[in-house]
């Protein structure tokens, strides 16, 4: 089992950037694929982007491409979500998720444990 704990969130302007993290808890973090999801009140959880155990494959959502990036540090037991020229429309609580069936996924039934979410606001 694994525990996340997701941290960085805040307020940010229009055009600005953000890097989120998310520290998972055990000792095979390696193992674990690993995604960002965002959800706004009233609406399904989304995908936003996800990377593999090794680091070496990233898939993200076509809403994202090209200003949002992942990556890990599986020495520290980390994921984080690197997020640049963020819109309005990025406002949402983003949550970390992560499981232990390969290769990667961007299905929120593919992901076993949750972190309990952090608030990005970006104003216009």
């Known amino acids: 089992q694994v525990q996340l704990v997701e941290s960085g969130g805040g307020l940010v302007q229009a055009g600005g950037s953000l890097r989120l993290s998310c520290a998972a808890s055990?000792?095979?973090?390696?193992?674990?694929?690993m995604g960002w999801f965002r959800q706004t009140p009233g609406k399904e959880r989304e995908f936003v982007i996800a990377?593999?155990?090794?680091?070496?494959?990233?898939s993200s959502a076509d809403s994202v491409k090209g200003r949002f990036t992942i990556s890990r540090d599986n020495a520290k037991n980390t994921v984080y979500l690197q997020m640049n020229n963020l819109k309005p429309e990025d406002t949402a609580v983003y949550y970390c998720?992560?499981?232990?069936?390969?290769?990667?996924?961007?299905?929120?039934?593919?992901?076993?444990?949750w972190g309990q979410g952090t608030q990005v606001t970006v104003s216009s």
């Open positions: 055990g000792r095979t973090f390696n193992r674990y694929r």
């Open positions: 998720a992560a499981d232990l069936r390969p290769p990667i996924a961007a299905q929120r039934y593919e992901y076993e444990y």
């Open positions: 990377i593999s155990g090794s680091g070496g494959t990233t």
